[in-house]
């Protein structure tokens, strides 16, 4: 079993310090006060102090859409929602090296099955 994310939920780039805080847009949807997120919730979202930087990379300064750790059997307002360890790729350089990923959920009460 697998516990949701929700606002607040630990979302960080892989170079372990720069920090996304994605916002539900299903904010009718609560676990312990917190809302819950949904796939769309997760691209576009702005990381902040990412230490990538040098003369041939470019820092994490966004999330881009979400890869792995969406539901395949709940969702909110038509949209899966997403699991602890969910990932994605960024927008730092090189592409395709740089991925955020969902460390903490936030929540441990609420499971789905994976």
Do not use: Y
């Not at 307002?77 to 991925?99: R, Y």
């Amino acid at each position: 079993m697998i516990p949701i994310a929700v606002e607040g939920a630990k979302t960080r780039c892989s170079h372990g310090m720069g920090m996304a805080r994605p916002r539900s847009s299903c904010p009718f949807v609560e676990i312990n006060g917190k809302p819950i997120l949904v796939e769309p919730d997760m691209a576009g979202v702005a990381i902040r102090l990412c230490p990538n930087i040098g003369p041939t990379v470019k820092p994490c300064t966004r999330t881009l859409p979400l890869a792995k750790g969406r539901s395949t059997f709940v969702f909110a307002a038509g949209a899966p929602v997403v699991l602890d360890g969910a990932k994605g790729p960024t927008d730092g350089i090189p592409p395709g090296a740089t991925t955020w990923s969902v460390r903490a959920p936030g929540q441990s009460f609420v499971t789905v099955e994976h």
